[in-house]
């Protein structure tokens, strides 16, 4: 079974400071992907950005960045120079290769401060 | 093209009603998915299409009818719902190649059931 824990249910930023979401998996699987996707208030869910589990490399889209941890099974999200657009609830996800079940975390909602 | 649209965006049905939600995508993806999400949680998924087949169904209650008329487009037709049914329901898809599935969501069809 695969689970995903995100252990900060709400967290707040002031505006152009930089903060980090946490995030925590369990999977059994050798070969799997890791995505943090974001849902405004009352908008679209959309994903920010990627991690296949198979690459040393951590993931960057502009502002967002992860730290990937494979033994650990951690994967965090640090954003920088916060927007106020960035205000929305976070989902960190994991999907094993060859499996269409997504299984999401909590959520961690976040809220970017003028 | 790179959307999944979704209508309607609300919904107002009483529990003897039929009615069906609508899910479009243009994106050549050959899987679809149909989740329910409650405020401030993850969502739950419900069904997965992978070649207009039905792959997965997540025990889902018979007043929950869903239908792949062809690989574009997917529908969920309701039937005798009750009133904790009411929820955000997500259509997504996604290439639906083994190895890799990112899911892309649509903005959401949000139901209430008096």
């Known amino acids: 079974a695969q689970t995903v824990t995100q252990s900060q249910p709400e967290m707040s930023v002031q505006e152009a400071e930089t903060v980090t979401l946490s995030c925590t998996y369990d999977?059994?699987?050798?070969?799997?992907?890791l995505f943090w996707y974001k849902q405004p208030p009352s908008r679209q869910m959309i994903l920010v950005i990627r991690?296949?589990?198979?690459?040393?490399q951590n993931a960057t889209e502009n502002r967002f960045s992860v730290n990937f941890q494979k033994a650990a099974k951690s994967f965090s999200l640090k954003i920088s120079d916060s927007q106020l657009g960035d205000t929305a609830m976070y989902f960190c996800?994991?999907?094993?290769?060859?499996?269409?079940?997504?299984?999401f975390g909590k959520g961690t909602k976040l809220s970017v401060i003028p | 093209d790179t959307e999944v649209t979704q209508t309607p965006k609300h919904l107002v049905m009483g529990m003897t009603n039929k009615k069906s939600l609508k899910c479009e995508q243009h994106?050549?993806?050959?899987?679809m998915y149909w989740y329910k999400q409650k405020a401030k949680k993850p969502p739950e998924l419900m069904f997965v299409?992978?070649?207009?087949?039905?792959?997965i169904n997540e025990s889902v209650p018979s007043r929950f009818s869903p239908e792949c008329p062809n690989s574009s487009l997917l529908n969920l037709h309701l039937h005798a719902l009750q009133p904790e049914d009411s929820a955000l329901y997500l259509c997504?898809?996604?290439?639906?190649?083994?190895?890799?599935?990112?899911?892309?969501f649509g903005p959401g069809t949000r139901l209430t059931v008096l």
């Open positions: 997504a898809s996604s290439q639906g190649r083994r190895s890799y599935n990112e899911q892309f």
């Open positions: 999977t059994s699987e050798n070969n799997y992907y």
């Open positions: 991690q296949e589990a198979y690459k040393q």
């Open positions: 996800a994991q999907v094993g290769a060859g499996s269409y079940q997504l299984t």
């Open positions: 994106m050549g993806h050959r899987a």
């Open positions: 299409y992978s070649y207009e087949k039905l792959s």
